[in-house]
């Protein structure tokens, strides 16, 4: 079973940064700390995570 949710993507990062580096985890966490509600997920098809929100609306 799939889900669809929509979302806006805020930022888009490599998966591929250096080891121990998680920016996208950053970037989410300071987007929450300004009362965001961001979230990392994974776009397979590109290999990139994505910070997002709720679009407008949901």
């Known amino acids: 079973m799939t889900a669809a949710i929509s979302a806006k993507v805020l930022e888009r990062f490599p998966a591929g940064s250096p080891r121990g580096s998680w920016p996208a985890e950053e970037c989410a966490a300071r987007r929450r700390a300004e ?15 994505l910070v997002v929100v709720p679009a407008d609306g949901d």
Do not use: C, K, Q, R
């Open 35 to 49: 009362g965001e509600p961001a979230t990392v997920v994974m776009d397979l098809e590109s290999d990139a995570f």
